[in-house]
Every structure is written in C-alpha cells, then in structure tokens.
C-alpha cells in the first residue's frame, strides 16, 4: 500500500499562526518520514517552491531534502486537480538529487491520502482543489494527521481555541456526509 502524504498549503500564512503549533507541524511531518518505508511513501507539496523564492520555507526545503537524501520521492504541484498529482505520481521523475524515481499506477485501492495543512475545516478538508473530501469522491481514503494541521480562519482566540473550532467543524462535516469510514482521524 502506497502513502501519499499531501501538504495542503502546509507553509499556510505563518504570520497568523503560533509558532509553537506549527514548528510542531514540522516535527510531526519529520516524525512520519522517519517511521516510514522511502519505497512506499511519497510526500506531495504545492507552494514548496523554497530557497530565494516569495513563498520561501527554509523548514520544508530542509525536511524535503534530508528525505531526498533517505530516499524519499517528493512531488510538487500547482493545486489544480487531483488528476495533476496522479499524473505526476505515474510518470518516472528524478529527484533534487538526480535519483530516478519510477511512476505508480495511483488507485483507491492501493493507496491511502494522508493530509496535513492550513485551515483544516477550509482547505484541507472541502475547499481546495486537492482537500479530502475530493479524494474521498474519487473512492481513495484519507488520514488526517491533525499533528501536521492548523488553523488560522476558524474564530478563536488563540491557536488551540481556533484547532479546537476547526477540528469540531471537521468532525461534524466528517459525521453529517457518512464519510466516517473512508476519513480517519489521528494525531
């Protein structure tokens, strides 16, 4: 079974979160990598376009290259279809390191999203053009690691009170479309 690990707007807008909750986003992302098979895992990104660029994130750029240097494939994308990312996925592709990677025939069936991001409710869960609820509709199931999620539009607070709002609005989406069994939840 192949994991895809999906970043969905994962760098977000940082100037509006905490930055503890999300340097914990990173520790959890490098966690999952560390915990996983490089032949099996594949972290797919958008935004990721790193050194020197106006979206610039030195973490993932980082975390992106000690992957590479495991072995790891890693795919950006535009965010426009999930067709684009199962296209990218099937065709062989070097790495930032010039390590051949082959394609892989992406399927519901031997494939599991695992999604981390920005705005968990919005645009990870139903608003993008990636979110879950569109892998969901394409038969695939989905892991959302709330480790790797935050939330910057919910109202709150705080950083924890607006996760908390996001993960409540997630979970009632989750339970209102009888999609219990095809999302799972972990941290």
Sequence with gaps: MYRIILLNHFRGLPELMDPIN????????????QHSDPETTICVGNELVYYGGPKEDKKIGCIRSLAEDDGFRWVD?????????????????????????EGINMTPENCIIILGGTNTAGCVLQNSNVCARRWVDKGYNVQFHLSMCADYQS????????????????????KENNLIDKIDVFY
């Design 22 to 33: 999300d340097n914990i986003r990173y520790a959890k992302l490098q966690k999952i990598l």
């Design 77 to 101: 994308y535009s965010d426009e279809t999930l067709e684009e990312i199962i296209n990218i996925i099937s065709k062989p592709q070097n790495n930032t390191h010039n390590v051949l990677h």
């Design 155 to 174: 109202a709150g607070i705080n950083q924890a009170d607006k996760n908390q709002m996001a993960f409540a609005l997630m979970y009632n989406y989750i």
